[in-house]
């Protein structure tokens, strides 16, 4: 009962100290989920353009996210975590001010939808920054051995941004048109800025000009591949759910991805320290298999209530698995290169979906859409061959200069 009392008072006070945190994210992510359902009535009826244009303008926020990931965590190892936030949160207001500026446009389309695929890039680095800073803020506050409670609360928060913010979004784009959607991408970094400035500033890592680059590469490729494979049934729910719904004629077509979502959220709330106690590896290959269990069920749902159970499951299982995988890659990779450790491992969730994802859609457009979660159960799987070998192996000197016990 004693140690019960204390181990629920050490997470009272791990929430306390990143609420800030999470805070910063939930605001700075908001913009990025306002613009998503909007975008493409704006660019084909707002601009006129086709659909090649409209998948471009939504889809070009992930090569410079993904790009820049490496480079954000460099640079908030080097100018600490919080610059790192706030050079984000100043990117993504600039981004606004090109969706204002592209509005001025509008009568020249292409000129129009050149600039909006500007804003659309700074806002993929932007996020970049703001969510490696905000994780690596998170790192230095309740160091390593909470690493699972961090990237699964901070998730939590970025996850949460980008659901509330599509109703938001659409609201506001029905009230006032994109300009709306602009001048908020403008405004709400900016409030946030406000936010964080005030915040307490953890210092940047004194030897990271001494960091090797390929040997922190390579502690954390293999949790990273693993998260990789795991993050495949985020994309299918995320793409391919209401198409699913709407293709057997299944009301309403958003059950699926609301039960993913709060599934997802309720189980980061409640269990998001069990990576840190039982170990990131052991923890992701349960996970693993709840998630292939529950995309496997949607593959085989008679109807939408099975399948909502499923996306439930498959929301469970991907809770925990990214913050397992991740506790894997901060453990095995020196402490002064928390940002770069971040910035390489959520780069292979940008590659799962801005590559897996697409794969998917070929995978449904040649065996039909319940195929898609048929694939998506068997490369789910895959993660589990890299977990397996984790928890084999114990977590060895850190590499680089500095030592700390795990």
Request: proline share 5%.
């Amino acid at each position: 009962m004693i140690l019960s009392r204390f181990r629920h008072a050490m997470d009272t006070t791990a929430v306390s100290t990143l609420l800030p945190v999470m805070t910063v994210v939930l605001t700075g992510f908001l913009v990025i989920g306002l613009a998503l359902p909007v975008l493409p009535l704006h660019v084909h009826d707002g601009l006129g353009l086709g659909a090649f244009v409209v998948g471009l303008v939504t889809g070009s926020q992930v090569p410079p996210s993904l790009i820049s990931r490496i480079w954000a965590g460099d640079f908030a190892d080097r100018q600490g975590p919080k610059r790192g936030v706030i050079t984000g949160l100043l990117a993504a207001s600039i981004s606004g001010l090109l969706y204002l500026l592209s509005l001025q446009f509008i009568a020249v389309p292409i000129a129009s939808v050149t600039i909006l695929l500007l804003g659309r890039a700074l806002l993929g680095a932007a996020e970049s920054f703001i969510i490696t800073g905000a994780v690596s803020w998170g790192l230095v506050l309740l160091t390593s051995k909470s690493a699972g409670n961090v990237i699964a609360w901070v998730g939590m928060a970025m996850f949460a941004a980008l659901a509330v913010g599509a109703p938001i979004g659409t609201a506001l784009y029905e009230i006032g048109g994109f300009i709306a959607i602009a001048l908020a991408t403008t405004l709400v970094p900016l409030a946030t800025l406000a936010l964080a400035l005030r915040m307490k500033t953890v210092p940047a890592s004194q030897s990271a000009a001494r960091r090797p680059f390929m040997s922190v590469a390579a502690a954390v490729w293999m949790p990273g591949l693993g998260a990789a494979f795991g993050s495949i049934g985020f994309g299918a729910i995320l793409a391919f759910s209401s198409l699913f719904f709407a293709e057997r004629e299944w009301s309403p077509v958003w059950l699926a991805f609301t039960a993913y979502a709060v599934s997802l959220i309720a189980a980061r709330l409640v269990f998001g320290h069990l990576p840190d106690r039982l170990g990131g590896a052991r923890v992701a290959l349960i996970s693993v298999l709840i998630e292939a269990a529950g995309l496997a069920l949607i593959w085989l749902a008679p109807g939408p209530v099975v399948a909502a159970v499923g996306a439930m499951l498959t929301g469970l299982g991907y809770s925990l698995v990214y913050p397992g995988f991740g506790v894997e890659a901060v453990r095995r990779a020196p402490p002064e290169s928390r940002g770069l450790v971040m910035g390489i491992y959520t780069a292979f969730l940008d590659v799962a979906l801005g590559f897996g994802t697409p794969a998917l859609g070929l995978v449904g457009a040649w065996g039909g859409l319940r195929s898609v979660f048929m694939a998506s159960t068997l490369i789910v799987l895959c993660a589990t061959v890299i977990a397996v070998p984790l928890i084999k192996a114990p977590v060895v000197q850190r590499v680089g200069s500095s030592k700390e016990r795990v």
